[in-house]
């Protein structure tokens, strides 16, 4: 199993730029989420979808679209990149506690480095 | 103020020492209480949680919840070179939340 996977793992946009940050898990995981990492920060819910065809707002939302058209896939897109927006971005999945009886163990991926410059 | 306040450090001990790392939090509902370990350039992953109040050990770790006083602390005993990473806290309401809450991480440095 490979987990949960994401592309491109480093990019570096001009700002306006548009980008799609794809996420990826084989789990059969219910729940996804994006994050993004700053220093001091910690990490900061984007946001999140605890199924197919739903998502939802998380803590930090501005600027930034999510899709999620089939169970295994997590789209983060940038529509017009902002430096504020240079960032550690992180995606993670999780069994839906309801469903598995499981605490929500999140587990991430690699992370994307992005940089807007 | 944040929800969840935790010292960023740096903290650098060294090997062999018993490393104490803490959370503290405002929101008494909380009670799933997790640590994540990050490595340079990776992902956090869970090292292990506790419910409500009380110790939980794991090998050289130890979690402690003092709900009370609303702290948390992972305990490292026996530290290692290997141990050297950022170690952030989280924490949840209840069994069916789909959302963590995340503490901004201690980043700590095990000294060979």
């Known amino acids: 199993n490979a987990g949960v996977t994401q592309t491109p793992k480093f990019r570096v946009l001009k700002t306006g730029q548009s980008m799609t940050l794809l996420c990826a898990q084989d789990?059969?995981?219910?729940?996804m989420y994006w994050y993004r990492q700053d220093p001091g920060m910690g990490l900061r819910l984007i946001h999140y979808?605890?199924?197919?065809?739903?998502?939802a707002k998380g803590e930090v939302p501005d600027g930034y679209n999510v899709s999620r058209l089939k169970k295994q896939n997590f789209l983060l897109g940038l529509e017009s990149a902002a430096p504020s927006q240079t960032s550690v971005y992180f995606c993670?999945?999780?069994?839906?506690?309801?469903?598995?009886?499981?605490?929500?163990?999140?587990?991430f991926g690699p992370g994307t480095r992005l940089t807007v410059l | 103020q944040k929800e969840v306040e935790q010292d960023p450090g740096p903290l650098s001990v060294p090997e062999g020492a018993i490393v104490s790392l803490n959370c503290t939090y405002s929101?008494?509902?909380?009670?799933?209480f997790m640590w994540y370990r990050q490595y340079s350039r990776k992902g956090p992953e869970l090292l292990m949680y506790?419910?409500?109040?009380g110790n939980k050990e794991d090998g050289r770790f130890t979690a402690q919840v003092d709900k009370s006083s609303k702290y948390i602390s992972l305990f490292i005993r026996d530290s290692q070179p290997s141990d050297s990473a950022t170690y952030l806290c989280?924490?949840?309401?209840?069994?069916?939340?789909?959302?963590?809450?995340f503490g901004t991480g201690t980043r700590l440095t095990i000294i060979p």
């Open positions: 979808s605890v199924g197919e065809g739903t998502t």
């Open positions: 989280a924490m949840t309401p209840n069994f069916g939340n789909e959302k963590l809450t």
């Open positions: 789990m059969n995981h219910e729940y």
């Open positions: 506790t419910y409500s109040s």
């Open positions: 993670a999945s999780s069994y839906s506690p309801k469903t598995s009886g499981l605490l929500n163990e999140q587990f």
């Open positions: 929101n008494s509902a909380f009670q799933y």
